[in-house]
């Protein structure tokens, strides 16, 4: 069993709570199969990188304590930056996985600010990414988005706490 799985699965039988008191929990729909893997892979014309597979084979798609996961078809790929989504914030802000082709080493996990053009590298892989993704909403009760850490301050860190300072003089929606 990969790490990812490992993970997640250890996971399953957790029940947090939101900063509200609000109970969160892991739901995940049904795996992926193998063949629905490789057509989208032939349609998108990219190998998926081995810890997202391994993770839609566990689940095609999940809620990750309130988390959007997103399927297998959902998922878009930026061929020019060779990054395939797997998170949604819902505000037009996603995380990446990178594919071969980018420019950032295979399943390094990249979070992209309204568009592939403006990305900021997050983690060195997907398992780390869930590991510190789960601890953060486990001590938080939230996995802080990067508009919600305060510009230029050293008094909280998290998994998204460098973004800001990585865009710094560059013109995107975070810095507006």
């Not at 490789?38 to 597979?53: A, S, T």
Request: hydrophobic share 40%.
């Amino acid at each position: 069993m990969s790490h990812i799985i490992e993970i997640l699965d250890s996971a399953m039988n957790l029940e947090l709570e939101d900063e509200d008191g609000n109970r969160l929990k892991l739901e995940a729909s049904v795996p992926a199969s193998e063949r629905d893997l490789n057509d989208r892979e032939g349609r998108l014309g990219v190998k998926i990188p081995l810890e997202l597979r391994d993770l839609l084979m566990f689940a095609n798609g999940l809620s990750l304590f309130g988390q959007v996961i997103m399927s297998l078809q959902e998922q878009d790929y930026f061929s020019n930056q060779g990054l395939l989504s797997f998170h949604n914030w819902g505000n037009g802000d996603f995380d990446c996985v990178a594919a071969s082709s980018s420019k950032y080493p295979e399943n390094t996990v990249v979070f992209m600010n309204h568009g592939p053009e403006i990305s900021v590298k997050i983690e060195d892989n997907l398992t780390a990414w869930f590991e510190k993704a789960i601890n953060e909403i486990r001590e938080r009760g939230v996995l802080l988005h990067p508009g919600d850490y305060i510009p230029n301050s050293n008094a909280d860190s998290g998994l998204y706490g460098g973004v800001l300072a990585a865009l710094e003089g560059i013109d995107c929606e975070l810095n507006r």
